[in-house]
């Protein structure tokens, strides 16, 4: 079944635990994503990777890294989590060409920071 | 400014009525794209309908449409036959730019709609 999956999909953590949020798709796709939602903000984009090797920032990426090692995983880092950082995230990921830039989302991950 | 704006926080709908949840967007872009997203409580997002900026025809899925009338700027999502199970969070979500560029989603703050009986 294609799909992205995240792990884990819920988690409670202490202030400056360093943490890592998995990311894996199995549809080939070129450029992944990590988003974060927060109460009326809707959804806003902290990295991107339009393959492996080449990840940039997206609108909020202050205290999170990422990785591109293979084509299949994104992982997201937070090396020093804090309580601001509590909130709903999603990875995605989509082709970049051929089609319209459809993407695909992940279950989401509750992060919880106290 | 937004480039997306999603103006209703809440909607309520009957059950087997049409509702439109409105969007508008904002871009000088002349390629881009315009998707709708659900989330229903569980939490997942939902891919329900997209349109182009150069398409010529409004785009449908069963019972989605999007009413889009470029010269507003705007991209209405309308559910004909309302269902108790379209109880959801709804986003509208813009693509600028051609998809070789990059695939980065702005997303609007959503529409919490409400089917009753």
């Known amino acids: 079944e294609a799909q992205v999956t995240q792990n884990p999909r819920y988690l409670i953590t202490v202030t400056g635990k360093k943490l890592t949020v998995t990311c894996s798709q199995n549809?080939?796709?070129?450029?992944m994503s990590w988003y974060r939602q927060d109460p009326g903000l809707g959804l806003r984009q902290i990295y991107y990777s339009m393959n492996v090797e080449v990840t940039d920032k997206g609108d909020v990426p202050e205290g999170y890294k990422v990785s591109r090692k293979e084509k299949r995983n994104f992982p997201l880092i937070l090396e020093s989590p804090s309580p601001n950082q509590t909130s709903l995230y999603f990875c995605?990921?989509?082709?970049?060409?051929?089609?319209?830039?459809?993407?695909?989302f992940g279950p989401g991950t509750r992060l919880t920071v106290l | 400014a937004q480039k997306i704006t999603q103006t209703q926080p809440g909607m309520f709908v009957q059950e087997k009525e049409a509702v439109t949840l409105d969007c508008t967007y904002d871009?000088?872009?002349?390629?881009?794209?315009l998707f709708w997203y659900k989330q229903p409580s569980s939490g997942e997002m939902i891919f329900l309908i997209y349109?182009?900026?150069?398409?010529?025809q409004n785009a449908t899925e069963g019972r989605y449409s999007l009413n889009f009338q470029k010269a507003r700027k705007s991209a209405n999502l309308v559910i004909s036959a309302s269902q108790l199970g379209d109880s959801a969070m709804y986003f509208c979500a813009m693509r600028e730019g051609w998809t070789g560029g990059g695939n980065k989603l702005t997303f609007g703050t959503g529409t919490q709609l409400k089917v009753e009986l």
């Open positions: 871009t000088s872009d002349p390629s881009y794209g």
């Open positions: 349109q182009g900026s150069y398409d010529q």
């Open positions: 549809m080939n796709h070129e450029y």
């Open positions: 995605a990921s989509g082709f970049i060409a051929g089609g319209p830039g459809q993407q695909f």
